[in-house]
């Protein structure tokens, strides 16, 4: 399996051209899904793509690093379970059907991570819809944060640090190293989320999940919040997987709630000798 290549060119993604723009639509239109379009070769060699659960978590570490995380460190693991379907239905490696996600026959994508899951959704025993996916993606059996973490910080766009708790329990953190990359890919959200004008699938897609997640506000200036949380709202709901993105938020935050209900009256019930 060949790693997924990143590093300072991270964000620079781009569909170079109208004739890409109008292929990439073309096929939308035909699969019904986002179809995952190259991006262009510069100087005869090809430039470097991140995949979306790469470009969602280093947004998420960056806003971790300014602030407690709170309920965006809550979401994140359906966000990136999100954007990993996301990735593999951009690159038409699965696709929604009746029957719900199902892998694409013979189709790999050369990532070990999202060919792990394309793998296990071929072998799964019985079909599964988006939200369920979502749902046992983000699960700690799967480890994604800590898998993308690592291989981010490999790349070096990530800086892993140890520092230890009350001075004896260790804690692995992340912060951000590569800051141009960051920049590239705020500024690039930030045009998605305020601009008018259409987005391709690949942009389409993050939107949608920053504002599942709850990343918007980060990204732009105070007076622009209703708006750009506005828009990523609608992109969302239009897309299967952010729909069931948010959907999977939304579940979990009612069981917490739930727990904590249930907990609380627990405790206030006498016991009886």
């Given amino acids: 399996m060949i790693s997924s290549p990143i590093s300072g060119e991270l964000a620079r993604l781009r569909i170079a051209s109208l004739h890409e723009a109008a292929r990439h639509e ?6 019904g899904h986002q179809a995952h379009v190259p991006a262009p070769r510069t ?7 991140a995949t979306l659960p790469e470009e969602l978590l280093l947004l998420a570490v960056d806003h971790e690093c300014k602030t407690s995380g709170g309920a965006a460190r809550a979401a994140l693991p359906y966000g990136l379970a999100g954007a ?7 690159r038409e490696a699965a696709a929604v059907t009746d029957r ?6 013979g189709r790999l994508t ?5 060919d792990d899951v394309l ?5 799964s025993r019985r079909p599964r819809r988006v939200t369920g996916w979502v749902g046992a993606l983000a699960g700690r059996s799967y ?3 800590s898998r993308l973490s690592r291989r981010l910080a490999t790349a070096g766009v990530l800086r892993e640090e140890e520092r230890r708790v ?3 329990l260790p804690v692995r953190r992340y912060t951000v190293a590569e800051q141009s990359a960051l920049a590239e890919l705020r500024a690039r959200l930030r045009a998605g989320l305020l601009g008018g004008d259409a987005l391709n699938a690949r942009t389409a897609s993050l939107v949608g999940l920053v504002g599942a997640c709850g990343l918007v506000d980060g990204l732009v200036a105070c007076d622009e919040r209703r708006a750009a949380r506005s828009r990523a709202a609608a992109i969302s709901d239009d897309d299967p997987v952010g729909t069931a993105v948010s959907a999977a938020i939304q579940e979990a935050r009612a069981d917490a709630v739930a727990g904590a209900t249930a907990a609380v009256v627990a405790s206030t019930i006498p016991t009886t000798s």
């Avoid at 719900?100 to 026959?105: R, S």
Wanted: charged residues 20%.
């Fill in 26 to 31: 073309r096929l939308v239109r035909q699969a």
């Fill in 43 to 49: 100087h005869g060699r090809p430039r470097v793509t």
């Fill in 84 to 90: 990993v379907v996301a990735e593999l239905l951009l």
């Fill in 100 to 105: 719900g996600l199902l892998a694409v026959t």
């Fill in 110 to 114: 050369g990532d070990g991570l999202l």
């Fill in 119 to 123: 793998t296990r959704i071929h072998t």
């Fill in 143 to 145: 480890n994604l944060r």
């Fill in 166 to 168: 009350l001075g004896v």
